[in-house]
C-alpha cells in the first residue's frame, strides 16, 4: 500500500536538500516562514529623509502621484570580507548583489550540511541577478574612477560572474552558468540545475537569485505595473499592480536516490519542471501569452507524470496587474484542463514581499517548498473580491485568503510555481512533499553538538542560532 507521503518514482525526481535566503522583513527562511503563516507585509513606507539623501527631489516626493513604500532588504552594506578572503577594497567594489549571493551559497550549502572541503562530488551552482545599479554609483565616485581601473570595476561588477565567483571562492568545480532572463530568472536557474543533475553535469547544484536595488518609491501612472495603494494585490477586484523589492534565495539540489543513499534531510521534491517562450504571437513584447504559458505549466506536468487534479497549491506568478493576472489564471485553467472546480488553493508571495525581479520565482519556490514541509497553505494578502476578468467560478482555482491547514489525503501533497518573465521567458515546477525518512532506532545516549566558526563572534551567534531552531523544533513538535 502507498503510504500519504509516497508516489511511484520515474528516475528524474530532485531532492531539494537545503535553502537558505534574505527577504523583506525576514533575514533567513525560518523568519520568513514566520512572516508568511503570520500573514505579515513586508512591503514598508520608506522614509523621506533618506529618499532625499539618495537623490530623489523634494518636488518628486510632493506628487501626489508617488508611492512612498518598498522591500526592502536589511544591512545589505554588511559583508564579512574577511571570512571569503576578499581585502575590503575588493570588497568595496564588488556588487552588492554579488556579495549577498556568495554569502547565501555558503549558508543554503551549510543548511543541507555540507562543506566544500568534506563532499567530493561536483557541485553546480546556476543563479541570475537584477539590473546592477551600484557600478553607476561607482563611476559617479571620483576617487575610485582615479584609482581604480575599468577592468577591475567590470570583473567586479558584471553579471557574467555571479556564479563563477562562488565557484571560485567555495571550490566548487560543477558547471557555473548565469542565468538572465528578467523575473524568471532563478527558476529558470532551478530548472536548468535539475537537468545538470540528471545529465550527470553535476552531482548536486546551488541554484537561485538575488536583486538588490536602492528602493526609492515609484510614479504611479495609467497602465503601469506599479500599484497606486502601495500594495499587491493579486487576483483581487482592486488589484492595480505590484510593488517592487529585494532579496536574494538558494536551493540545494541532488538526485533523488543519491539524496536518499547519503541520509540527507529532504525539504520537498521537484518531480518535473519545463521552459519555454512566448515566441511573438502577443500583443506586445512585454505582454503575457496564454497558450505559452498553458503549454509550460502542461510540459512539467508531463515530465512529472502527474495528474493536475493532483496538484493542490499553485504558487503563482501574481503580479496583481491588470493583464497579467487574467491571463495566468485562464492559461492555468486551460492547462489544467479539468471538470473539477475550486479544488487547488492559488497565491502569490509577492503580495508578502513585493516583486523581486530576478530573484521573484526563487522566493516563490521557497515559499511553496515551505508549505508542503509545514502542511500549511500560507494567506494571499489583500484578496476581499474577485477580479471580474477572472472566471473563477469555472475553474479549478480559489484564492488562499487565510492560513490553511493542508490536510493528508492518499496522495501526497504537490504544488506547482510558476514564474514569467518580461520578453516572455516561463518557467513551471511541480513541487511534491518529500517521501518518509528512514528512522534510526533512537540512541537513549546524550549526543554532542559541535560547533565551529572563523572568529568567537561568530561561534557565539552559531550557538545562538541552533539554540533557537532547537526551540523551534521543540515548539513544533508540541503542536
Given at each position: 500500500?502507498?503510504?500519504?507521503?509516497?508516489?511511484?518514482?520515474?528516475?528524474?525526481?530532485?531532492?531539494?536538500?537545503?535553502?537558505?535566503?534574505?527577504?523583506?522583513?525576514?533575514?533567513?527562511?525560518?523568519?520568513?516562514?514566520?512572516?508568511?503563516?503570520?500573514?505579515?507585509?513586508?512591503?514598508?513606507?520608506?522614509?523621506?529623509?533618506?529618499?532625499?539623501?539618495?537623490?530623489?527631489?523634494?518636488?518628486?516626493?510632493?506628487?501626489?502621484?508617488?508611492?512612498?513604500?518598498?522591500?526592502?532588504?536589511?544591512?545589505?552594506?554588511?559583508?564579512?570580507?574577511?571570512?571569503?578572503?576578499?581585502?575590503?577594497?575588493?570588497?568595496?567594489?564588488?556588487?552588492?548583489?554579488?556579495?549577498?549571493?556568495?554569502?547565501?551559497?555558503?549558508?543554503?550549502?551549510?543548511?543541507?550540511?555540507?562543506?566544500?572541503?568534506?563532499?567530493?562530488?561536483?557541485?553546480?551552482?546556476?543563479?541570475?541577478?537584477?539590473?546592477?545599479?551600484?557600478?553607476?554609483?561607482?563611476?559617479?565616485?571620483?576617487?575610485?574612477?582615479?584609482?581604480?581601473?575599468?577592468?577591475?570595476?567590470?570583473?567586479?561588477?558584471?553579471?557574467?560572474?555571479?556564479?563563477?565567483?562562488?565557484?571560485?571562492?567555495?571550490?566548487?568545480?560543477?558547471?557555473?552558468?548565469?542565468?538572465?532572463?528578467?523575473?524568471?530568472?532563478?527558476?529558470?536557474?532551478?530548472?536548468?540545475?535539475?537537468?545538470?543533475?540528471?545529465?550527470?553535469?553535476?552531482?548536486?547544484?546551488?541554484?537561485?537569485?538575488?536583486?538588490?536595488?536602492?528602493?526609492?518609491?515609484?510614479?504611479?501612472?495609467?497602465?503601469?505595473?506599479?500599484?497606486?495603494?502601495?500594495?499587491?494585490?493579486?487576483?483581487?477586484?482592486?488589484?492595480?499592480?505590484?510593488?517592487?523589492?529585494?532579496?536574494?534565495?538558494?536551493?540545494?539540489?541532488?538526485?533523488?536516490?543519491?539524496?536518499?543513499?547519503?541520509?540527507?534531510?529532504?525539504?520537498?521534491?521537484?518531480?518535473?519542471?519545463?521552459?519555454?517562450?512566448?515566441?511573438?504571437?502577443?500583443?506586445?513584447?512585454?505582454?503575457?501569452?496564454?497558450?505559452?504559458?498553458?503549454?509550460?505549466i502542461q510540459a512539467a506536468q508531463a515530465m512529472a507524470e502527474v495528474a493536475p487534479d493532483s496538484i493542490n497549491y499553485i504558487e503563482a506568478h501574481g503580479t496583481g496587474t491588470d493583464l497579467g493576472d487574467p491571463i495566468e489564471v485562464a492559461a492555468l485553467t486551460q492547462a489544467?484542463?479539468?471538470?473539477?472546480?475550486?479544488?487547488?488553493?492559488?497565491?502569490?508571495?509577492?503580495?508578502?514581499?513585493?516583486?523581486?525581479?530576478?530573484?521573484?520565482?526563487?522566493?516563490?519556490?521557497?515559499?511553496?517548498?515551505?508549505?508542503?514541509?509545514?502542511?500549511?497553505?500560507?494567506?494571499?494578502?489583500?484578496?476581499?473580491?474577485?477580479?471580474?476578468?477572472?472566471?473563477?467560478?469555472?475553474?479549478?482555482?480559489?484564492?488562499?485568503?487565510?492560513?490553511?491547514?493542508?490536510?493528508?489525503?492518499?496522495?501526497?501533497?504537490?504544488?506547482?510555481?510558476?514564474?514569467?518573465?518580461?520578453?516572455?521567458?516561463?518557467?513551471?515546477?511541480?513541487?511534491?512533499?518529500?517521501?518518509?525518512?528512514?528512522?534510526?532506532?533512537?540512541?537513549?545516549?546524550?549526543?554532542?553538538?559541535?560547533?565551529?566558526?572563523?572568529?568567537?563572534?561568530?561561534?557565539?551567534?552559531?550557538?545562538?542560532?541552533?539554540?533557537?531552531?532547537?526551540?523551534?523544533?521543540?515548539?513544533?513538535?508540541?503542536?
Amino acid at each position: 500500500m502507498t503510504s500519504p507521503n509516497t508516489s511511484p518514482r520515474i528516475g528524474l525526481e530532485i531532492a531539494i536538500i537545503g535553502m537558505a535566503g534574505r527577504f523583506p522583513g525576514a533575514d533567513s527562511v525560518a523568519q520568513f516562514w514566520q512572516n508568511l503563516s503570520g500573514a505579515v507585509e513586508s512591503i514598508v513606507p520608506l522614509d523621506e529623509a533618506r529618499l532625499l539623501a539618495q537623490g530623489v527631489s523634494q518636488a518628486t516626493l510632493a506628487d501626489p502621484n508617488y508611492v512612498k513604500v518598498g522591500g526592502v532588504l536589511a544591512d545589505t552594506d554588511q559583508f564579512d570580507a574577511a571570512f571569503f578572503g576578499l581585502s575590503p577594497r575588493e570588497a568595496e567594489l564588488l556588487d552588492p548583489q554579488q556579495r549577498l549571493f556568495l554569502e547565501t551559497a555558503w549558508q543554503a550549502l551549510e543548511t543541507a550540511g555540507y562543506t566544500t572541503e568534506q563532499y567530493d562530488g561536483s557541485v553546480g551552482v546556476y543563479g541570475g541577478a537584477g539590473m546592477n545599479g551600484y557600478l553607476l554609483n561607482l563611476y559617479a565616485n571620483a576617487k575610485i574612477r582615479d584609482t581604480v581601473s575599468p577592468y577591475e570595476l567590470f570583473i567586479s561588477n558584471d553579471k557574467d560572474f555571479l556564479t563563477t565567483r562562488v565557484s571560485y571562492k567555495l571550490n566548487l568545480q560543477g558547471p557555473s552558468l548565469d542565468v538572465q532572463t528578467a523575473c524568471s530568472s532563478s527558476l529558470v536557474a532551478v530548472h536548468l540545475a535539475c537537468q545538470a543533475l540528471l545529465s550527470g553535469e553535476c552531482d548536486m547544484a546551488l541554484a537561485g537569485g538575488v536583486a538588490v536595488s536602492k528602493q526609492l518609491g515609484y510614479r504611479a501612472q495609467t497602465g503601469s505595473i506599479y500599484a497606486a495603494d502601495g500594495h499587491c494585490r493579486a487576483f483581487d477586484a482592486e488589484a492595480d499592480g505590484t510593488v517592487g523589492g529585494n532579496g536574494v534565495g538558494l536551493v540545494v539540489l541532488k538526485r533523488l536516490d543519491d539524496a536518499e543513499c547519503d541520509g540527507d534531510t529532504i525539504d520537498a521534491v521537484i518531480k518535473g519542471s519545463a521552459i519555454n517562450n512566448d515566441g511573438a504571437l502577443k500583443v506586445s513584447y512585454t505582454a503575457p501569452r496564454i497558450e505559452a504559458q498553458k503549454n509550460v505549466i502542461q510540459a512539467a506536468q508531463a515530465m512529472a507524470e502527474v495528474a493536475p487534479d493532483s496538484i493542490n497549491y499553485i504558487e503563482a506568478h501574481g503580479t496583481g496587474t491588470d493583464l497579467g493576472d487574467p491571463i495566468e489564471v485562464a492559461a492555468l485553467t486551460q492547462a489544467f484542463s479539468s471538470e473539477q472546480t475550486g479544488f487547488c488553493a492559488l497565491g502569490s508571495v509577492k503580495t508578502n514581499i513585493g516583486h523581486l525581479d530576478a530573484a521573484a520565482g526563487i522566493a516563490g519556490l521557497i515559499k511553496a517548498v515551505l508549505a508542503v514541509k509545514h502542511r500549511q497553505i500560507p494567506a494571499s494578502l489583500h484578496y476581499q473580491q474577485p477580479n471580474p476578468k477572472i472566471d473563477f467560478a469555472n475553474s479549478p482555482f480559489y484564492v488562499n485568503a487565510a492560513l490553511a491547514d493542508w490536510p493528508t489525503t492518499a496522495a501526497p501533497r504537490r504544488a506547482g510555481v510558476s514564474s514569467f518573465g518580461i520578453g516572455g521567458t516561463n518557467a513551471h515546477v511541480i513541487l511534491e512533499e518529500a517521501p518518509a525518512p528512514v528512522r534510526e532506532p533512537a540512541d537513549s545516549q546524550p549526543q554532542l553538538l559541535v560547533l565551529s566558526a572563523k572568529t568567537p563572534t561568530a561561534l557565539a551567534a552559531a550557538a545562538e542560532n541552533l539554540a533557537a531552531h532547537l526551540e523551534d523544533l521543540k515548539q513544533q513538535n508540541l503542536k
